[in-house]
């Protein structure tokens, strides 16, 4: 089976990226001299630079205190210590004004006879804010109270940096008026540790990217803690997270620090540096503005959250593309199947998970049923080869024996000798009891009865076929005290690739959560971890066999005629797009462009275009049969149940309601 792809392979301009919502964010650690600030400010500017020029960022976060060094201890007492600080803001403010970003840097300064540790935000040669230090750790190994004083106790909402007013307080957000959804929300390491980080009021009141600069020590196991808080709390605000620590320049009296960086998006690590280097280091990350607005704005429990501060918009600029790089690659992955995992270490736990689920829901189900057996058409295809598989480890849990399992293939005009083999042999390898029942003369009678010509093969010659064992099963379950166990998929509920009271309905749908590319990597894993004997040989082969309903005749040497994804294109652009539709909120344009990137090489923009314009298509149009789709579990964060996760009319005029 095909393994999903990784990085894009095709460069994207800035332009394209911001166009869609996407802007590009670095974490950096600079070389750092203790104590030296302008040796600092060059160490700055010359690590930030290429950031900028060569790789495109539009905003830089450096750790805290970073013009002067976080351990300077009583040093920090000098006032030729801190006017230098200020000095080489300034200096910085003036040497980037023609930047196009935002650059993040932290200082001490001296505001009202007491000293704060501050982040300033600099962008288009202006100091634009100045965010002090809410949380001060004075245990353990931080003495920090010695010398600062929280921002708490600040009595002024500006001061005069050479001349110039400068907000000054915890209740400012950056905001860009150029790069639609980029407002930053500023603190500084402990203020991360705390119960209620700075942060989480600052992204309720707007902030997508949270930055924070640090200078967090190292300790055995304090990496693995801080990765996890940094994700968790990109997580919990719906945001970008962006984390820049101090490095190892930072005196060793009794610390060492290893220059950490990270940057999160949503609850997923999308960037981090190596530790303990005495370089400059870094790392830039492509954040997708776009989805944090969609899941704040689906988000019912962000939305109407309390604002208990109001805060001040700082706007600015970010300018044009002009000056950035021309080309480059995302800095953000991609995945071609974004439904199936790109790890294979996690194999085994996923499919575990999600079989686990699929498996409970059933078993759920046949107890409040009472029921007796689960009956399901078996087609030696993929949907009802992993409904078996499911059912198998539902009926251990409900406590009922496995022979309740009753699997019934029915051939019909289109059925091939391999699929009706591959279901005998998968009931016989797995001990389940298999009925045969033959559709063709009932079918034909309904031909007959309705007036219909057998050699008419339109969409009533293919829907009777359906419906005629929808009808067997439905009734077979009813004559052994069973209940239906249905096999369609999330893909196929996406494009409404199933007939209307036929294979679509059953008494539980039990792949109702599961879109095609993961079915196949849901039968693989089983192939290959629980059923290495004959049975896993079947089903290697079930998912080597061409995607087919079965509903045609077969031509000249029984070769098959009617191939599903020649008529409805591939299920893996299908899935790709309804994972940023409906997951992400992407419009038609940035399907196009997110496609484009991950497929080039393989499918053409043509191809891209028509199999895309299919989907929206028959996505709009079939939203009637998701409307009465039965009861099955979700298993993935994208479901279309019109009980819980998709709610759409089901009279759309054409598909421009999707294209947002």
């Known amino acids: 089976m095909p393994k999903p792809a990784s990085q894009p392979v095709s460069p994207v301009t800035a332009q394209q990226r911001e166009l869609h919502g996407v802007v590009r964010l670095a974490a950096l650690s600079p070389q750092l001299t203790l104590g030296n600030v302008d040796v600092n400010v060059q160490a700055i500017l010359a690590a930030a630079s290429p950031l900028v020029f060569d790789q495109g960022a539009r905003v830089i976060v450096c750790p805290e205190l970073c013009l002067t060094g976080y351990s300077c201890a009583d040093l920090f007492y000098l006032p030729a210590l801190r006017d230098a600080a200020l000095g080489g803001l300034c200096d910085l403010a003036e040497a980037t004004a023609e930047w196009q970003a935002v650059l993040i840097v932290g200082l001490p300064l001296e505001v009202q006879d007491r000293l704060y540790n501050v982040a300033a935000v600099i962008a288009g040669g202006e100091i634009l804010g100045i965010v002090p230090k809410t949380h001060l750790p004075n245990s353990g190994e931080f003495y920090e109270r010695r010398w600062f004083s929280p921002a708490s106790t600040a009595m002024q909402d500006t001061v005069m940096v050479r001349g110039v007013e400068v907000p000054f307080g915890t209740d400012l957000i950056f905001e860009s008026l150029d790069m639609k959804g980029l407002r930053i929300g500023v603190e500084i390491c402990e203020d991360l540790w705390s119960v209620i980080p700075p942060s989480s009021p600052a992204a309720l009141a707007g902030a997508t990217v949270l930055v924070n600069l640090s200078a967090s020590n190292e300790l055995l196991g304090k990496a ?77 429990a962000f939305r109407d959250e309390a604002q208990v501060v109001a805060y001040r918009r700082i706007l600015f600029e970010l300018g044009d593309w002009e000056k950035m790089p021309s080309s480059l690659d995302l800095c953000r992955r991609i995945d071609a199947r974004p439904f199936v995992p790109s790890a294979a270490k996690d194999r085994a736990e996923v499919c575990r998970e999600i079989f686990a689920i699929q498996a409970t829901g059933l078993a759920r189900r046949l107890k409040a049923a009472h029921a007796k057996t689960a009956v399901l058409g078996l087609s030696g295809g993929l949907d009802s080869t992993l409904a078996l598989l499911v059912i198998l480890d539902a009926l251990k849990r409900a406590g009922m024996p496995a022979d309740a399992a009753l699997a019934i293939t029915m051939p019909g005009f289109g059925t091939t000798d391999r699929t009706k083999s591959n279901a005998e042999k998968l009931a016989e390898a797995l001990g389940v009891p298999l009925r045969t029942i033959l559709i063709r003369a009932a079918v034909e009678q309904h031909f007959a009865d309705i007036h219909h010509s057998a050699d008419r093969h339109d969409v009533v010659y293919e829907n009777s076929q359906a419906r005629e064992r929808t009808q067997i099963l439905m009734d077979v379950a009813n004559q052994t005290g069973g209940i239906v166990v249905g096999t369609g998929d999330l893909s196929e509920a996406a494009l409404g690739w199933c007939t209307f009271n036929g294979d679509q309905i059953s008494m539980y749908h039990v792949n109702a959560g599961v879109p095609k590319t993961l079915v196949s990597y849901l039968i693989e894993w089983c192939a ?21 309903p079965e509903l045609l005749p077969l031509g000249k040497d029984q070769k098959l005629q009617q191939k599903t994804e020649d008529t409805v294109g591939p299920y893996e652009l299908h899935d790709f797009f309804l994972f940023h539709l409906v997951r992400r909120a992407s419009s038609v344009a940035k399907l196009r462009w997110l496609a484009g990137i991950v497929f080039a090489g393989k499918y053409a923009d043509a191809e891209i275009e028509k199999w895309l314009t299919l989907f929206l298509r028959r996505f709009a149009q079939n939203q009637f049969k998701r409307s009465v789709m039965p009861d099955g579990p979700k298993v993935g964060s994208v479901a279309l149940s019109p009980r819980g996760d998709w709610r759409m009319p089901s009279d759309l005029p054409g598909v421009a309601p999707l294209d947002s």
């Open 528 to 548: 290959d971890e629980l059923h290495k004997d004959a049975a896993g040989e079947i089903l290697h082969d079930i998912i080597d066999t061409p995607i087919t």
């Open 224 to 300: 693995p803690y801080r990765r996890v808080l940094v994700s968790q709390q990109s997580a919990r605000c719906l945001s970008a997270y962006v984390y820049a620590g101090a490095g190892a320049g930072e005196s060793s009296t009794d610390l060492v620090f290893g220059g950490h960086c990270l940057i999160a998006e949503n609850g997923v690590i999308l960037g981090e540096t190596d530790r303990f280097g005495f370089e400059s280091t870094s790392t830039v990350a492509d954040v997708d503005l776009q989805w944090l607005t969609h899941d704040r704005i689906q988000s019912a």
